[in-house]
């Protein structure tokens, strides 16, 4: 084949438009799954402040 006479073949076409949507959509799932992941680690992090809150600060001791 020259380069003036390419084939068009629905077949390849089919094969990567899917193949395209495959990578699109395992990026959105992983691009949510870390979202939730960042989510579920706040609430984690929220929930530990929450159980073990800090020490209050002690007073001020000043000489004199």
Do not use: W
């Not at 990578?23 to 706040?42: D, G, H, M, N, T």
């Amino acid at each position: 084949t020259s380069f003036g006479s390419l084939q068009y073949d629905s077949e390849i076409e089919r094969t990567a438009r899917a193949n395209r949507k495959a990578v699109r959509l395992a990026k959105e799932a992983a691009r949510q799954a870390e979202c939730e992941q960042i989510a579920s680690e706040e609430e984690v992090h929220i929930e530990m402040a929450e159980a073990h809150p800090q020490p209050p600060i002690p007073p001020r001791r000043t000489l004199g």
